[in-house]
């Protein structure tokens, strides 16, 4: 099939400007990275709240990392592991359309991290759920302001790459995977309510216009699901080869660089890297890596070795990606019959450095009870505007909220509003709602 299909738009009558030198990656590119979606990452946690320090990473400039990792995997792949492989070249994408696909993954993500998504979730239990990835989709194909009802109107071939699970929340949801929902709802324990990996209900038919190039018999073997044994529910088994690349990136980039991050804060000190990898100098050895040599350089004096070290690190990675059969059994089509892997020993070490993060940084006390913060002041920010909508929201959200005709598509204005914004502008919109003392008729958000 003509790779012109996967250059499409839903909105026919985008068409290039007169002298517009650019193809159809380039301006997705374009249209993304000015886009206020992507711009509001700079005010969305990453993993350590902000406000903290100026040091770490924020969602935004993760996403950057993401774009940078992601288009040096393919070059990687093209110029090198794969050159002599005409087929899979051809496949692999342009750098224009890697950064675009890197850049986006994360626009969907709501305020205050898993905090924030947990919340939304919550709160949107009877009416379709909500997932941060579900929500980068809708975003790109139909929230955004850059045309009317498309989004930003993205290429089929972007839309693919950001589909990360696509059967949508209806399909892969088990009820009982939830636990116990207490009240006031913001003590639920966050654990058991973790949404489904998913696409939302309401985009089922921007995803059949994704797949539409596919053959009934690729699509029917793409779209089959498992228990996902994190969350209890079920998980799609496939995605696509873009895809697997931006995954690839985003697995190195948060597990490294909040590494480094976690070193530079002194979440993780020497003594705490040294005894965790007691036992497991062989985990680095088999990777060509001298552990006392990476050891001497994360925790020198001079940060410019840590960085070296981290930089290193990263390269080795991306050099022992390769491509093979993503295993959708009956795919004729490039872009699902092939998905980009990491060599299981680097695939180790990748998550033996991230489960020390996870340990240390990410499940740490401080860390979570910032997680419990957001969760509960989107939940109470949530319920503060569906009780009075009309009342409370603003003028252009009021006018989105009465125009939907059912209660579902009602809630589902009000997680959109929540869902798009920073933490500060969430922190500020609540305590004016709710602090006494706080707020102003002048206030603008």
């Given at each position: 099939?003509?790779?012109?299909?996967?250059?499409?738009?839903?909105d026919?009558?985008?068409?290039?400007?007169?002298?517009?030198?650019?193809?159809?990656?380039?301006?997705?590119?374009?249209?993304?990275?000015?886009?206020?979606?992507?711009r509001?990452?700079?005010?969305?946690?990453?993993?350590?709240?902000?406000?903290?320090?100026?040091?770490?990473?924020?969602?935004?400039?993760?996403?950057?990392?993401?774009?940078?990792?992601?288009?040096?995997?393919?070059r990687?792949?093209k110029e090198?592991?794969?050159?002599?492989?005409?087929?899979?070249?051809?496949?692999?994408?342009?750098?224009?359309?890697?950064?675009?696909?890197?850049?986006?993954?994360?626009?969907?993500?709501?305020?205050?991290?898993?905090?924030?998504?947990?919340?939304?979730?919550?709160?949107?239990?009877?009416?379709g759920?909500?997932?941060?990835?579900?929500?980068?989709?809708?975003?790109?194909?139909?929230?955004?302001?850059?045309?009317?009802?498309?989004?930003?109107?993205?290429?089929?071939?972007?839309?693919?790459?950001?589909?990360?699970?696509?059967?949508?929340?209806?399909?892969?949801?088990?009820?009982?995977?939830?636990?116990?929902?207490?009240?006031?709802?913001?003590?639920?324990?966050?654990?058991?309510?973790?949404?489904?990996?998913?696409?939302?209900?309401?985009?089922?038919?921007?995803?059949?216009?994704?797949?539409?190039?596919?053959?009934?018999?690729?699509?029917?073997?793409?779209?089959?699901y498992?228990?996902?044994?994190?969350?209890?529910?079920?998980?799609?088994?496939?995605?696509?080869?873009d895809?697997?690349?931006?995954?690839?990136?985003?697995?190195?980039?948060?597990?490294?660089?909040?590494?480094?991050?976690?070193?530079?804060?002194?979440?993780?000190?020497?003594?705490?890297?040294?005894?965790?990898?007691?036992?497991?100098?062989?985990?680095?050895?088999?990777?060509?890596?001298?552990?006392?040599?990476?050891?001497?350089?994360?925790?020198?004096?001079?940060?410019?070795?840590?960085?070296?070290?981290?930089?290193?690190?990263?390269?080795?990675?991306?050099?022992?990606?390769?491509?093979?059969?993503?295993?959708?059994?009956?795919?004729?089509?490039?872009?699902?019959?092939?998905?980009?892997?990491?060599?299981?020993?680097?695939?180790?070490?990748?998550?033996?450095?991230?489960?020390?993060?996870?340990?240390r940084?990410?499940?740490?006390?401080?860390v979570?009870?910032?997680?419990?913060?957001?969760?509960?002041?989107?939940?109470?920010?949530?319920?503060a505007?569906?009780?009075?909508?009309?009342?409370?929201?603003?003028?252009?959200?009021?006018?989105?909220?009465?125009k939907?005709?059912?209660?579902?598509?009602?809630?589902?204005?009000?997680?959109?509003?929540?869902?798009?914004?920073t933490?500060?502008?969430?922190?500020?919109?609540?305590?004016?709602?709710?602090?006494?003392?706080?707020?102003?008729?002048?206030?603008?958000?």
């Amino acid at each position: 099939m003509s790779n012109k299909v996967w250059e499409e738009r839903r909105d026919k009558q985008d068409i290039q400007r007169n002298n517009d030198v650019r193809d159809e990656w380039e301006r997705d590119y374009a249209r993304l990275i000015h886009s206020s979606a992507f711009r509001r990452l700079q005010s969305k946690t990453q993993v350590l709240g902000l406000g903290e320090s100026d040091f770490y990473r924020t969602r935004l400039t993760h996403s950057m990392e993401v774009a940078q990792i992601g288009a040096g995997i393919v070059r990687w792949l093209k110029e090198s592991r794969h050159k002599d492989d005409q087929e899979i070249v051809d496949a692999l994408p342009k750098l224009s359309l890697m950064n675009a696909i890197c850049l986006a993954h994360d626009i969907g993500h709501p305020p205050f991290g898993h905090g924030g998504e947990v919340a939304l979730n919550i709160c949107m239990r009877e009416h379709g759920g909500f997932e941060g990835n579900g929500q980068t989709l809708r975003i790109l194909s139909k929230l955004d302001k850059y045309t009317d009802g498309f989004g930003m109107n993205p290429t089929r071939r972007l839309l693919l790459g950001v589909l990360k699970y696509p059967v949508n929340y209806s399909k892969v949801c088990v009820e009982t995977a939830y636990g116990e929902l207490k009240l006031p709802k913001w003590l639920s324990k966050a654990k058991k309510q973790h949404p489904p990996k998913c696409y939302l209900d309401d985009e089922k038919e921007m995803v059949d216009w994704i797949l539409k190039p596919l053959t009934s018999e690729e699509r029917e073997e793409f779209l089959e699901y498992k228990i996902d044994g994190k969350t209890g529910h079920w998980k799609t088994k496939y995605h696509g080869l873009d895809t697997s690349i931006m995954e690839l990136a985003d697995d190195i980039s948060y597990s490294l660089h909040d590494f480094e991050d976690a070193i530079s804060l002194g979440m993780i000190t020497k003594a705490i890297w040294e005894e965790y990898n007691n036992k497991a100098e062989s985990i680095f050895s088999d990777c060509g890596i001298v552990l006392q040599d990476l050891t001497n350089e994360l925790f020198s004096s001079e940060s410019y070795q840590r960085k070296k070290a981290i930089g290193n690190l990263v390269h080795t990675l991306i050099t022992h990606t390769y491509v093979k059969s993503s295993g959708v059994k009956n795919a004729i089509t490039p872009l699902i019959k092939w998905n980009a892997f990491l060599e299981d020993n680097y695939e180790k070490m990748r998550e033996h450095i991230f489960d020390l993060v996870k340990e240390r940084v990410i499940k740490s006390t401080n860390v979570q009870q910032l997680e419990f913060k957001g969760q509960k002041l989107v939940i109470e920010l949530f319920e503060a505007l569906s009780s009075d909508p009309e009342r409370l929201l603003p003028t252009t959200t009021v006018a989105k909220y009465k125009k939907a005709e059912s209660e579902r598509e009602k809630q589902r204005v009000i997680c959109d509003y929540i869902s798009g914004m920073t933490d500060e502008y969430a922190t500020r919109l609540y305590e004016k709602i709710y602090a006494p003392h706080k707020g102003s008729i002048f206030d603008r958000l």
